[in-house]
């Protein structure tokens, strides 16, 4: 009976470190999935500036209005907060655009030229405003499922705070030193060097969350092994 006891004690430990190395893992590739998904969105608010940016100049040329079939003024009101009205309205842009190259080549190279100028724009704040810059990130993460706090810092090319949404100073260092960061207007000659810096809040929770499921099958396993092997010593 000892012998069985010792031999059921290995086994049941053997078991019990196979199934904690096993969720490590998994919690591990979680990790990296949700690094993944963090870069994706960080990259899509980069496209989605540049879709709000190109928005902006067309309504400016005086010929959205033309392109949609409709005034222009309503609907940019709450545009920056519309990723999917973005989308659409890009899709009628390029659309406009295709067509009209066909019909009058010259007309459209001139209004290509005026969407690829930066002339439209005041200072920064016309060309990107701060509540324009929240309303787009909060939205991309919000849309790709993303159901936590998010702490944002724009830095400017000598280091200087352009847009945060923090006013604590050690945490916004936090928000400096964060490894999900990117060139706002990469191809952009003046602004190229303004960089936005991301944080995700409780990030360890936030996988453990998603996890919750396999984690609870998990314990409910463990539990069933060590009550039969308790009932049949």
């Not at 190229?192 to 396999?214: D, F, G, P």
Request: contains cysteine; proline residues 0%.
């Amino acid at each position: 009976i000892v012998f069985i006891i010792v031999l059921t004690t290995i086994a049941l430990t053997g078991l019990t470190a196979f199934q904690a190395y096993w969720i490590n893992s998994a919690v591990q590739q979680r990790k990296i999935q949700f690094d993944e998904k963090v870069q994706l969105c960080v990259h899509e608010i980069v496209e989605r500036i540049e879709k709000f940016e190109t928005i902006k100049k067309a309504e400016r040329t005086g010929k959205l209005a033309n392109i949609l079939g409709q005034s222009s003024t309503d609907i940019f009101t709450n545009l920056s907060q519309d990723i999917h009205l973005q989308d659409s309205i890009v899709k009628e842009i390029n659309k406009h655009l295709r067509l009209g190259i066909e019909k009058d080549e010259n007309n459209m190279k001139e209004f290509m030229k005026d969407l690829l100028s930066i002339d439209f724009f005041a200072n920064f704040e016309d060309r990107l405003a701060k509540e324009d810059l929240e309303n787009i990130i909060f939205q991309t993460f919000s849309k790709n499922n993303f159901e936590t706090s998010i702490d944002y810092a724009l830095i400017g090319t000598k280091g200087e705070v352009v847009y945060t949404n923090t006013q604590d100073s050690t945490h916004l260092k936090q928000v400096e030193s964060s490894s999900y960061s990117i060139n706002l207007f990469p191809d952009d000659f003046f602004d190229a060097e303004l960089r936005l810096y991301i944080l995700i809040a409780n990030q360890t929770k936030y996988v453990l969350k998603s996890m919750w499921v396999m984690l609870l099958l998990s314990f409910m396993f463990l539990v069933i092994i060590i009550t039969i092997f308790y009932y049949n010593i």
